[in-house]
C-alpha cells in the first residue's frame, strides 16, 4: 500500500513538473535540472540546490497548483543563492524571510499562492532578515508562523498587515501530515533523516536547505565541501539559460526578468557575462523522445533539454574616434575564442561610425585574429541594423562593441537579440539602450 502511495505522488509530482514546464517555461526549465525523490523527513517540499526532496503525502493530499507554487518558489529561491548565503542566520528566520522575497516575483508571475502567505517586494532576502523579529521575539514560541513574522515586522516598520492575515496556524498548509513523522522505524525515514535538517515550511510553499547540508552534520565526514563559488556560478547559468527558454516561448515573466538581470552581476567578469549571451542565444527547446535521465531512478517520464547552436552571428564595432585599442583587442580576443567554441556558420563583422565603413563575412576557421579599424568619426547606432535588415540576414544574436555615446537609435526594435557590449561608463536616461541587454566591460 505504502508503495502504490509513493507510485502515485511520484506520478502526481511528474504532471506538475509538465505542466510547469507548459504553463510557466523559466521555472519549469529550472526544476528540470534537479532529480526529484520522496523524503519522509519533510513537510511540505524542499530543494538544497541539488535535488527537491518532497513528503509524498503532502503531494498526495494538496492541490496541484499549489505543489507547482512550491516547486516555482524552491528553485526560484536557489536561483538567487538562498541555499548558500544563510551564513550563521537563524535558519528558521532566514526561510520565512525567503518565502516572503520570493512570494512576490511568484504572485507576479501569475502562480496561486496560500490564503496566507505574505509577500514583501524590492528587497533582498538579506534585508527581509534584517527586518523580521528574532526568533521568539514576540511569538508564543510555536513553531514559524510568516503571517504572525510578518505582521510584527509590518508593525515595527509602521505599516498595515496586509487584510486576510488573522495569525491562525490551524490552517497552515505545511502541517505534518499522514505517516511522514509517525511511520517510526520506516527505512526510508532512518535514511532521510540521517543528513536532513530540522523541516521548516511557515507559509507551505516549499523549503530550502543549506547548500552545506550535504555535507553537514551527521553525514559522511569525508564528502568533499560544497563549492559555492562553483554552485553560484552554475544557479547563474541555469537562470539564463531557463530565460532563454522562456522568451523563445514568448512566456517571459517580467518581474522575474529584471532580477535575474540584477542579481549578482556585478561579482561576473565581462567575458563570463559574454560567453553565457552567446551560449544561451542558442536556440534550445525540451525532447520528449530523449528522456531526462536525472528523473528515471524516481520513476518519473520527463523531457531532456537540446540545443541546435547558432548559424550566424553579427558584430558591429563602433569605430568612432573614442575607441579604445586595447579593450577593442581584448574583446576582440575573447570573441575569436567564442566563435571557435560555438562555431557559427556564418560571422558578419561590420564597422559603423556615423556611417557603415565596412562589412565583411567570415566563417568559424578564418576569423582574423585581429581588425583593422576604419571610420574614426561620429556615432550613429541606425547603419548597422539598416544594412542588416536591407539584406534580409538576422543573425541569431548580434554584438554591438561601443561606448554608448549615442541616443540615434533605430526607431523599431530589430527581430534579433542584441547584446550592447560597453565600454563607456554606464549610460544615463538620455542614451541607455531602448532593447537588448548590456554588459559593461570594467576590467
Request: proline residues 7%.
Amino acid at each position: 500500500m505504502a508503495d502504490n502511495a509513493h507510485d502515485e505522488s511520484a506520478l502526481r509530482v511528474s504532471d506538475c513538473v509538465t505542466e510547469l514546464l507548459r504553463k510557466q517555461p523559466f521555472f519549469g526549465s529550472l526544476v528540470l535540472r534537479l532529480p526529484l525523490r520522496a523524503d519522509l523527513t519533510r513537510r511540505t517540499l524542499a530543494s538544497d540546490g541539488r535535488e527537491i526532496r518532497y513528503s509524498p503525502d503532502w503531494v498526495a493530499e494538496t492541490d496541484a497548483h499549489l505543489i507547482e507554487t512550491a516547486m516555482a518558489r524552491v528553485v526560484m529561491a536557489c536561483a538567487l543563492k538562498h541555499h548558500t548565503r544563510r551564513g550563521e542566520r537563524d535558519p528558521e528566520r532566514w526561510q520565512t524571510a525567503s518565502q516572503l522575497v520570493t512570494h512576490a516575483l511568484l504572485r507576479d508571475a501569475g502562480f496561486t499562492l496560500p490564503p496566507d502567505a505574505e509577500a514583501w517586494e524590492d528587497l533582498s532576502v538579506e534585508q527581509a532578515y534584517d527586518r523580521l523579529p528574532e526568533h521568539g521575539e514576540g511569538d508564543s514560541g510555536d513553531e514559524g508562523n510568516a503571517s504572525q513574522d510578518a505582521d510584527n515586522a509590518s508593525a515595527a516598520a509602521g505599516g498595515q498587515p496586509p487584510p486576510g492575515t488573522n495569525g491562525d496556524e490551524s490552517g497552515d498548509p505545511s502541517a505534518p501530515t499522514g505517516g511522514g513523522e509517525g511511520e517510526e522505524g520506516s527505512p526510508q525515514q532512518q535514511d532521510d533523516a540521517s543528513d536532513a535538517p530540522p523541516s521548516h515550511d511557515p507559509s507551505g510553499t516549499g523549503e530550502v536547505m543549506d547548500a552545506d547540508s550535504r555535507s553537514g552534520e551527521g553525514s559522511d565526514p569525508s564528502k568533499t565541501p560544497v563549492d559555492t563559488a562553483a554552485e553560484e556560478q552554475a544557479w547563474d547559468e541555469a537562470m539564463h539559460q531557463a530565460l532563454s527558454i522562456a522568451r523563445a516561448e514568448g512566456k517571459t515573466p517580467g518581474g522575474v526578468e529584471e532580477t535575474v538581470r540584477n542579481a549578482h552581476a556585478s561579482t561576473l567578469d565581462w567575458r563570463t557575462l559574454l560567453r553565457r549571451y552567446m551560449t544561451d542565444a542558442a536556440k534550445r527547446d525540451y525532447s520528449w523522445s530523449a528522456p531526462n535521465r536525472r528523473f528515471i531512478d524516481s520513476g518519473l517520464y520527463l523531457p531532456s533539454i537540446c540545443s541546435e547552436g547558432i548559424d550566424t552571428i553579427a558584430v558591429i564595432i563602433d569605430t568612432s574616434g573614442s575607441v579604445p585599442g586595447q579593450t577593442l583587442a581584448e574583446f576582440w580576443a575573447e570573441l575569436r575564442e567564442v566563435v571557435d567554441e560555438i562555431r557559427p556558420e556564418r560571422v558578419f563583422v561590420l564597422q559603423v561610425d556615423a556611417a557603415l565603413q565596412d562589412a565583411a563575412e567570415y566563417g568559424p576557421d578564418d576569423f582574423p585574429e585581429e581588425i583593422a579599424l576604419k571610420g574614426r568619426g561620429g556615432t550613429d547606432f541606425r547603419p548597422g541594423f539598416e544594412w542588416l535588415d536591407q539584406r534580409g540576414i538576422q543573425p541569431n544574436v548580434c554584438l554591438y562593441f561601443t561606448d554608448m555615446e549615442c541616443s540615434s537609435y533605430p526607431e523599431t526594435e530589430p527581430d534579433i537579440g542584441v547584446l550592447w557590449v560597453n565600454w563607456g561608463v554606464p549610460p544615463s536616461d538620455r542614451n541607455r539602450q531602448p532593447w537588448g541587454e548590456r554588459i559593461d566591460i570594467t576590467a
